[in-house]
């Protein structure tokens, strides 16, 4: 026992890291552990901002493309994919070395290695070389996070058969791809390989891909998903996967029982990420997990174990950095006795950085009206916005689900430019509990792809001008 | 030089106060100490003395309105001086020439900094929002759904919220609305605020008679505004009725034993100690001790988390008729350290400042359970409000001679006992029925068993 801290987060990912910093902040003694080499975990290394870096690449490739038509000629242009690769990790390690840099700052102590609670007081840390440190702790945040599922009949050989890792590190741009999983992360990778060139195919086991979004983004991004050449199949239920070295065939099973199958050179393999709760030691507390493997938490992210708190993708609640890291304050102004307010998560914002980008918050309409509300939609589409008809890009639209009775924003849906940057507004009037009215009486600037929200919010308010 | 006069801190969790009256013009002249003006709290009324001998300069907040602690009031300088606060008055002129009150000046600009540089401001901790924090933010839609079920800012002020900085969310609106409308359900009704909560020192000279109206000839209603006092109990009887999930349990005690140690000690006591030896004494030692064995009746809700008390802080409700009927419920600190002798001694003090009106502020705050003594008025038993946030409050039945059948060596008898009922007012979403009556029992055979004499 060589040190004893008030905090010792175990993980640093966008909810470790975060929840460790704003602990040093609040001038608790803590400590973070991180089992890979660098800190800030599958967001940094593995998700958000690879992926995100990847994709901007193909936006300004398909933007250089587009550009012909308002008069701008680039001729010869082309990937170069190994720079797309290297600007990628030059993103990632700048971003890694700040972290670093961040916990300094906080006098938060790194420790590398492997945490394992023993008892909810002690955390021992085995390092690569084998040897162990036990801290001992008056809290502990378990920011272990998840890792992408593995199919019994797919398993991942990193070549031909890959997970959401492997395929961030792909060699060259492949030619063809199937994808099995259409949900947030598949999609952004068949919304970028296919803007690259490769014939991709998706293959998604429910009525539509994009789960969790409203019904009509859902299906505006399969319209322009299959605009851009991607082939999207609903419903159908992969049976196999047949691994032939340098390429694979993908058997699956249409609605209604036929058998097809798909041969590409990668098959992507991307249907959920479950926890990594499995060996850390929570059987020595009185935390306890729930279905999926994941830690049982209340709403100041604690366990059953006073002191012993759990964020991010290892708790029951959607898998993203944002909600990692508001859930990580949470847990560590909690231990602070700062008093925070629990997570509304029918208030916290969702992005897919396709193209078009979708983004959204709060319910769809379909859960809106099973909830029983008495639900008016405002809906207004990018084509009859000025600044988008000036960018080029027309298609999309502003949706709010509100409340007829009040007004209560009670969920925001877009699909087009700039999508997940314009939903800052309408996710800060949800949080604040304004009105659909206070949106459409804000006065919006002219020419502005922001406009729409307030045309949308204008049309939900019975105050429509374009729409 | 013009001296501030600025409305002081009364206590440490109060932030703010009303002007009820001021009791000079500008242009009088004042002593120092003399009484300037009347405010008043949320918890009590005082009057505020001059800080210097001179002349009242100006009023600059006039009466009725409410401003924070370390605000600039008015001035106090010498006669012909011009007051630095630019309120109305007798700048100039020892006798002023209006008889109107000074025109109000809004005080804000130098309410700011007077407010920063106040001692012991304590800003309130977030982990335990004030549930009656005035003035928080209330969200469009918020305000949509109260205004809609006829909540106004006072009833939305006294709702616990649940998001940031304690803001009242939709859900906690929404959780209000529906507990109010089913909370009368759950328990007798509430025959009056003042059945239920009544004095205590049955030996005070000064108990509360019935309040009187005088209906000015002619006219079939008078209408009056409420005090300030009464709004606070208005806005506290409701917000508890809508806070708690109340239940309450009775148990009839016999205090036979009790009464013999009492007569015993009775006239003795009064002579060495100048206060009575009442049961409420007793009953305050009982509680006190038994309550150290039932933490969860000694406890509160604080969000979602249960917070027990290792002290005990008992409120005890007294009920006030002087200037007019209310009731307030000063704190006995740190009671399980107290003999019976200190009980009766602080219990006779709070009771007799509250009716004198020299309560402290603090003094009413605290308390971790309250007693109440309807019984003082010949009530068989009452079902009180718990004084929020505790989570149980203790009513006295009246005592009497009653026949009660015993067993004698396998016979029974009928005997004369002094007997009474307690009930409890409980928290039933903390408290179990199990809960409270295992407390009960134990208070029952503690007062029933008692044989510590003064």
């Known amino acids: 026992m060589s040190e004893t801290y008030d905090v010792v987060v175990i993980g640093s990912g966008p909810g470790g ?83 670093s840099h961040l916990m300094k700052a906080r006098k938060v102590d790194v420790y590398n290695g492997f945490g394992r609670l023993e008892g909810p007081r002690t955390v021992a840390v085995k390092a690569e070389d084998g040897s162990e440190t036990k801290l001992s702790t008056k809290n502990v945040v378990l920011a272990v996070g998840s890792k992408p599922r593995e ?61 969790p979004a409203d019904a009509d983004c859902a299906k505006a991004l399969t319209r322009e998903l299959q605009r851009q050449g991607v082939e999207i199949l609903t419903e159908v239920k992969v049976t196999e996967v047949k691994n032939k070295g340098n390429s694979a065939t993908t058997t699956y099973e249409d609605s209604e029982g036929r058998a097809h199958t798909v041969d590409t050179e990668i098959v992507l393999v991307a249907v959920g990420r479950p926890p990594l709760t499995e060996g850390i030691g929570l059987d020595t507390t009185k935390a306890t997990l729930g279905r999926g493997g994941f830690v049982d938490v209340d709403g100041m992210m604690q366990t059953a174990e006073p002191g012993v708190y759990a964020i991010g993708d290892c708790v029951n609640t959607p898998w993203l950095a944002h909600i990692a890291s508001a859930e990580g304050l949470i847990a560590v102004e909690h231990i602070a006795g700062e008093g925070p307010a629990a997570l ?14 979708v983004a959204w918050s709060g319910l769809t309409e379909a859960q809106a009206k099973e909830q029983g509300y008495e639900v008016k939609i405002g809906k207004f589409d990018f084509a009859k916005n000025a600044k988008a008809a000036i960018l080029g890009k027309k298609r ?6 509100t409340d007829a009775q009040y007004g209560e924003i009670l969920g925001v849906h877009i699909i087009g430019p700039q999508a997940t940057d314009l939903l800052a507004e309408p996710a800060y009037a949800m949080s604040m509990e304004t009105t659909i009215q206070d949106v459409a009486t804000t006065v919006h600037a002219h020419p502005t792809l922001y406009e729409a929200i307030w045309e949308a919010a204008s049309i939900a308010a019975g105050r429509a001008v374009h729409g | 030089m013009a001296e501030k006069i600025v409305m002081p801190q009364l206590g440490e969790s109060i932030a703010e106060g009303t002007i009820v009256k001021w009791l000079k013009k500008p242009g009088d002249s004042v002593k120092k ?42 001035y106090v300088g010498e006669a012909g001086e011009k007051s630095p606060g630019g309120g109305g008055g007798g700048g100039g002129d020892a006798a002023p020439k209006k008889e109107e009150p000074a025109p109000a000046k809004k005080e804000e600009p130098q309410a700011a900094p007077a407010q920063k540089s106040a001692p012991a401001q304590s800003t309130p901790a977030p982990s335990a929002p004030s549930s009656t924090s005035a003035g928080r933010f209330v969200s469009p839609l918020v305000r949509r759904i109260a205004a809609d079920n006829g909540i106004g800012d006072d009833e939305l002020n006294s709702i616990s919220g649940t998001g940031n900085n304690g803001r009242v969310t939709k859900k906690d609106l929404q959780n209000y609305i529906k507990n109010r ?8 009704p509430q025959p009056s605020a003042s059945s239920s909560s009544s004095s205590f020192t049955q030996s005070a000279p000064t108990r509360p008679s019935a309040p009187t109206v005088q209906i000015p000839a002619g006219q079939r209603e008078l209408v009056q505004p409420a005090s300030s006092m009464r709004k606070v109990i208005m806005k506290n009887m409701v917000a508890s009725k809508a806070t708690s999930a109340h239940v309450h349990t009775f148990f009839d005690v016999d205090y036979t034993n009790i009464d013999r140690i009492r007569a015993k000690h009775k006239k003795a006591f009064k002579d060495q100690e100048g206060v009575g030896l009442t049961y409420t004494t007793f009953l305050a030692a009982a509680t006190a001790q038994v309550l150290k064995r039932h933490p969860y009746i000694n406890a509160e809700i604080r969000g979602t988390d249960l917070v027990f008390k290792k002290d005990v802080h008992l409120g005890m409700a007294v009920a006030i008729d002087s200037p007019e009927p209310g009731l307030m419920v000063p704190v006995v600190r740190a009671a399980d350290q107290m003999n019976l002798r200190g009980l009766a001694h602080a219990i006779h003090d709070l009771a007799t400042r509250v009716r004198s009106r020299r309560i402290k502020p603090d003094e009413l705050s605290g308390g971790t359970f309250t007693i109440t003594n309807p019984g003082n008025y010949g009530a068989i038993i009452g079902t009180p409000v718990i004084n929020q946030p505790q989570v149980a409050i203790l009513g006295v039945g009246r005592i009497q001679k009653e026949p009660v059948v015993k067993q004698v060596d396998g016979t029974d008898v009928i005997a004369i006992r002094n007997m009474g009922v307690l009930s409890l007012g409980f928290d039933h979403r903390l408290i179990d029925g199990a809960t409270a009556d295992l407390f009960m029992a134990d208070l029952k055979t503690t007062l029933e068993n008692w044989t510590t004499e003064p």
């Not at chain 1, 009949?153 to 890792?165: H, L, N, P, T």
């Not at chain 1, 999309?396 to 689900?401: P, S, W």
């Not at chain 2, 409308?181 to 007798?188: C, D, F, N, Q």
């Open chain 1, 151 to 211: 199919l019994p009949f797919a398993k991942f050989d990193g070549k031909v058969v890959m997970s959401s890792d492997h395929i961030l590190q792909v060699e060259k741009i492949p030619g063809s791809l199937c994808l099995i999983g259409g949900g947030v992360i598949g999609i952004e990778f068949a919304s970028l390989f296919a803007r690259l060139g490769t014939k991709v195919t998706v293959l998604e086991m429910l009525p539509q891909i994009l789960g």
């Open chain 1, 396 to 401: 999309g639209f502003v949706k709010f689900v």
């Open chain 1, 17 to 99: 890291y975060v929840a460790a910093a704003r602990a040093g902040a609040l001038g608790l003694k803590t400590a973070v552990v991180e089992k890979d080499k660098a800190l800030g975990g599958t967001c940094l290394h593995r998700g958000c901002i690879p992926t995100k870096a990847l994709l901007h690449a193909a936006d300004v490739y398909g933007e250089f493309k587009d550009a012909a038509k308002m008069g701008i000629v680039a001729d010869g242009v082309r990937v170069e994919w190994e720079k797309v690769q290297k600007h990628k990790n030059q993103v990632v390690s700048s971003n890694a070395g700040g972290v």
């Open chain 1, 344 to 357: 509304n998560y029918d208030h916290t914002p969702s992005c897919v950085y396709s193209e078009p980008p």
């Open chain 2, 181 to 188: 409308g089913s909370a009368p359900a759950a328990a007798a």
């Open chain 2, 33 to 74: 100490d003399e009484d300037l003006l009347v405010i008043s709290t949320d918890k009590v009324e005082a009057e505020i003395p001059a800080p210097s001998t001179g002349t009242l300069l100006s009023i600059d907040v006039p009466e009725g309105e409410t401003v924070n602690v370390g605000t600039v009031l008015g």
